[in-house]
Protein backbone atom coordinates (compact mmCIF):
# COMPACT_ATOMS: atom_id res chain seq x y z
CA UNK A 1 0.00 0.00 0.00
CA UNK A 2 1.73 3.32 -0.80
CA UNK A 3 1.84 5.82 2.28
CA UNK A 4 -0.40 8.96 1.87
CA UNK A 5 1.25 12.24 2.21
CA UNK A 6 0.21 15.68 2.57
CA UNK A 7 1.75 18.21 -0.06
CA UNK A 8 4.46 19.30 1.81
CA UNK A 9 5.39 15.37 2.04
CA UNK A 10 3.99 14.76 5.63
CA UNK A 11 2.43 11.30 6.93
CA UNK A 12 -1.32 11.73 6.19
CA UNK A 13 -3.85 9.00 6.87
CA UNK A 14 -7.68 9.12 5.34
CA UNK A 15 -10.51 8.36 7.74
CA UNK A 16 -13.31 7.66 5.50
CA UNK A 17 -17.32 8.44 6.43
CA UNK A 18 -18.54 4.64 6.39
CA UNK A 19 -21.85 5.69 8.54
CA UNK A 20 -24.10 7.77 10.26
CA UNK A 21 -26.68 6.81 13.18
CA UNK A 22 -29.61 7.99 12.77
CA UNK A 23 -30.57 7.43 16.39
CA UNK A 24 -28.06 9.90 17.31
CA UNK A 25 -27.94 11.95 13.99
CA UNK A 26 -30.27 15.34 14.07
CA UNK A 27 -30.04 16.66 10.78
CA UNK A 28 -28.73 19.61 11.31
CA UNK A 29 -27.24 19.37 7.95
CA UNK A 30 -23.63 20.71 8.75
CA UNK A 31 -21.69 17.64 7.48
CA UNK A 32 -23.45 18.13 4.56
CA UNK A 33 -22.64 21.64 3.90
CA UNK A 34 -18.55 20.81 4.45
CA UNK A 35 -18.63 18.19 2.38
CA UNK A 36 -17.62 19.13 -1.59
CA UNK A 37 -18.52 15.12 -2.54
CA UNK A 38 -21.90 14.27 -1.92
CA UNK A 39 -21.33 11.44 0.18
CA UNK A 40 -24.16 12.20 2.67
CA UNK A 41 -27.70 13.96 1.79
CA UNK A 42 -30.77 14.71 3.81
CA UNK A 43 -34.00 12.65 4.39
CA UNK A 44 -36.88 12.14 6.44
CA UNK A 45 -38.08 9.40 8.78
CA UNK A 46 -41.67 9.10 8.92
CA UNK A 47 -43.51 7.91 11.97
CA UNK A 48 -42.98 4.36 11.11
CA UNK A 49 -38.84 4.94 11.06
CA UNK A 50 -39.03 4.24 7.14
CA UNK A 51 -36.24 6.40 5.27
CA UNK A 52 -38.31 8.57 2.95
CA UNK A 53 -37.39 11.39 0.49
CA UNK A 54 -37.60 14.81 1.39
CA UNK A 55 -40.00 17.41 -0.50
CA UNK A 56 -42.74 20.16 0.31
CA UNK A 57 -46.00 17.74 0.06
CA UNK A 58 -44.61 15.41 2.70
CA UNK A 59 -43.32 17.40 5.40
CA UNK A 60 -46.47 16.65 7.71
CA UNK A 61 -45.41 13.04 7.30
CA UNK A 62 -41.75 13.79 8.23
CA UNK A 63 -40.84 12.84 11.98
CA UNK A 64 -37.33 13.69 11.88
CA UNK A 65 -35.02 14.73 9.32
CA UNK A 66 -31.36 12.75 9.14
CA UNK A 67 -28.42 12.89 7.36
CA UNK A 68 -28.20 8.98 5.67
CA UNK A 69 -25.27 7.94 2.88
CA UNK A 70 -25.59 8.71 -0.32
CA UNK A 71 -22.43 8.11 -2.12
CA UNK A 72 -19.77 6.24 0.44
CA UNK A 73 -17.33 5.73 -2.35
CA UNK A 74 -16.94 9.14 -3.26
CA UNK A 75 -15.61 9.71 0.57
CA UNK A 76 -11.87 10.80 0.33
CA UNK A 77 -11.18 10.98 4.10
CA UNK A 78 -10.95 14.34 5.05
CA UNK A 79 -12.66 14.40 8.03
CA UNK A 80 -14.42 17.77 7.62
CA UNK A 81 -17.65 15.87 8.31
CA UNK A 82 -16.51 14.87 11.90
CA UNK A 83 -15.06 18.01 12.97
CA UNK A 84 -18.42 19.91 12.81
CA UNK A 85 -20.45 16.88 13.73
CA UNK A 86 -22.09 17.99 16.94
CA UNK A 87 -23.25 14.74 17.83
CA UNK A 88 -20.38 12.63 16.80
CA UNK A 89 -23.15 10.46 14.91
CA UNK A 90 -20.50 9.06 12.30
CA UNK A 91 -18.29 6.36 12.03
CA UNK A 92 -15.18 6.69 10.11
CA UNK A 93 -12.77 3.81 9.38
CA UNK A 94 -9.02 4.25 8.18
CA UNK A 95 -7.77 2.81 4.43
CA UNK A 96 -5.91 0.46 6.44
CA UNK A 97 -8.85 -0.47 8.62
CA UNK A 98 -11.08 -1.13 5.56
CA UNK A 99 -8.03 -3.66 3.83
CA UNK A 100 -8.42 -5.67 6.83
Not at 14 to 40: H, N, Q, S, T
Not at 53 to 80: F, S, Y
Amino acid sequence: MSAHLTRDGRDWSPDFLVAIDGEVCIGCGRCYKVCGREVMTLKGLNEDGDIVELDDDEDEEVEKKIMVMNDTGACIGCGACARVCPTNCQTHISQVAKAA
